[in-house]
């Protein structure tokens, strides 16, 4: 039998099956796609710091850095924990550099605007800070401790001479060593000169002590203003990281969902028609690949005579 005569002759059935089937399914994807909250967009202008956008190619590094960095653990717990979203769905947050300037873009997809927003403003502040701001509280603690050994360095100093009983031991050696040049060039006593040298010779070893003590006093000076500049260079990145500004624009748009619910639909018909050609046809199908059982012979009894 043909499938047109099979459908002429279950025009029920075929109506069931290939008009009210796909019309369900379509309007069942319709309305359940209807139901999904609207997707946004969103897409952060970010400037790279200010003592990066004077190389080239340390924007490009400071870029790869951040997008790696945005997409971390520690930034996706934080951020996370911020803004609500599963730590899977901030894998979705995308760092592009714009052009071959210092501003690069980072954008993000998800429910609502505030979220996404929420999202990367969070990621942006979480990642620069990392980047940028997170030396402050290192730099103050090398402030401390360079202060630390320069208040060791000046002790000990003072504690020499106190011990020598001198502040400036070499000073003394400058005047020995004076008068007995003087004795020396207008002939002087031999005896006083040796005794001049020798209280001179003794001053050698605390000489070089102070002169050491010196050193240490002016290596802690110097460590002390590097860790001080060290500490404003931070201090100025941290103040640029929690900038508002350094978000120079964010835009976000909603997603057009048309597209999608067109798609979405039209695979959901298509496959109620397929699921009704199924129910229609495979019975017809199972049916024909059935055998029929054939009928047995007629028993014959012994004797009988043939009355046909």
């Not at 050696?173 to 020798?198: C, E, F, H, M, T």
């Amino acid at each position: 039998m043909e499938i047109g005569q099979y459908l002429r002759d279950r025009p029920r059935t075929a109506v069931i099956a290939l008009l009210l089937l796909p019309l369900v399914a379509g309007l069942a994807a319709f309305l359940i796609l209807r139901a999904q909250p609207a997707e946004y967009t969103g897409r952060a202008t970010v400037s790279v710091p200010s003592r990066t956008q004077d190389s080239a190619s340390g924007i490009g590094i400071f870029v790869a850095d951040f997008g790696q960095r945005a997409r971390s653990q520690a930034v996706t717990d934080e951020v996370s924990a911020a803004t609500g979203v599963p730590k899977q769905e901030l894998q979705g947050v995308e760092v592009v550099r714009l052009g071959v300037g210092s501003l690069f873009e980072v954008s993000y997809t998800g429910d609502g605007r505030q979220q996404v927003e929420a999202v990367l403003r969070s990621t942006i502040a979480s990642t620069y800070t990392r980047m940028v701001g997170a030396g402050a509280s290192e730099a103050e603690a090398n402030l401390a401790r360079a202060r630390e050994q320069y208040t060791a360095a000046v002790a000990a100093r003072q504690k020499f001479e106190n011990d020598i009983g001198t502040i400036q031991p070499e000073r003394d050696y400058s005047d020995l060593s004076s008068k007995i040049r003087s004795l020396q060039a207008n002939g002087g006593s031999p005896v006083v000169i040796r005794q001049l040298s020798a209280q001179r010779d003794a001053l050698v070893p605390q000489v070089r002590r102070a002169e050491e003590l010196t050193r240490g006093v002016e290596a802690g000076e110097e460590l002390v203003e590097q860790a001080r500049q060290a500490l404003l260079e931070a201090q100025g990145e941290a103040a640029e990281a929690a900038d508002p500004s350094i978000v120079q624009e964010l835009d976000i748009v909603e997603g057009s969902a048309t597209g999608g619910l067109v798609q979405g639909v039209g695979v959901a018909m298509v496959a109620g028609l397929l699921a009704g050609l199924a129910l229609l046809l495979l019975p017809e199908l199972f049916r024909r690949r059935t055998p029929s059982t054939p009928l047995a012979p007629p028993t014959v009894l012994p004797g009988a005579r043939d009355v046909g």
